[in-house]
């Protein structure tokens, strides 16, 4: 099993997998008082946590599905990446879709973080591509 170095500055337990096949981990607000987010506004959460991943690997930080169709509640950039040479705190840009303020409550489940393998390829430039069924169709392209 990999093993992922972590620090955890926070009043919270890490971050653990709720169940034995769940692919993504529970990030949770580490903040001293709670943060209002009013409709279509956007802040950044820390976490209160730090961590070393292996090469080849990232973490990827992606939006609660019940904060979503519950609250409105997203993340930004999503999937946030955090690359294996970070070394700063994990924060979560949280905005507001919802036509009413949301409250976040220190401890509050904001997130969810993913552990993924990735590869960094060489680009070889060329003048043409192989010849493919789709080609350039596109955004639909499969749904007519």
Do not use: W
Not at 31 to 47: F, W
Not at 112 to 138: F, N, Y
Request: glycine share 10%.
């Amino acid at each position: 099993m990999m093993k992922v170095k972590i620090i955890n500055k926070s009043h919270h337990p890490l971050p653990s997998y709720a169940t034995p096949q769940s692919a993504g981990m529970d990030l949770r607000a580490n903040i001293d008082e709670p943060i209002t987010l009013n409709p279509l506004e956007r802040k950044l959460i820390p976490t209160g946590l730090y961590m070393a991943l292996p090469a080849g690997y990232e973490a990827q930080v992606r939006p609660r599905s019940g904060l979503a169709i519950k609250k409105g509640i997203t993340v930004l950039n999503s999937p946030g990446t955090v690359d294996a040479d970070y070394r700063g705190e994990v924060c979560v840009i949280l905005v507001n879709l919802n036509n009413e303020p949301f409250v976040v409550e220190d401890g509050e489940r904001i997130a969810q973080m993913v552990i993924a393998k990735h590869e960094q390829p060489e680009l070889v430039e060329v003048e043409t591509l192989d010849e493919t069924e789709r080609g350039a169709g596109g955004f639909g392209h499969t749904g007519m």
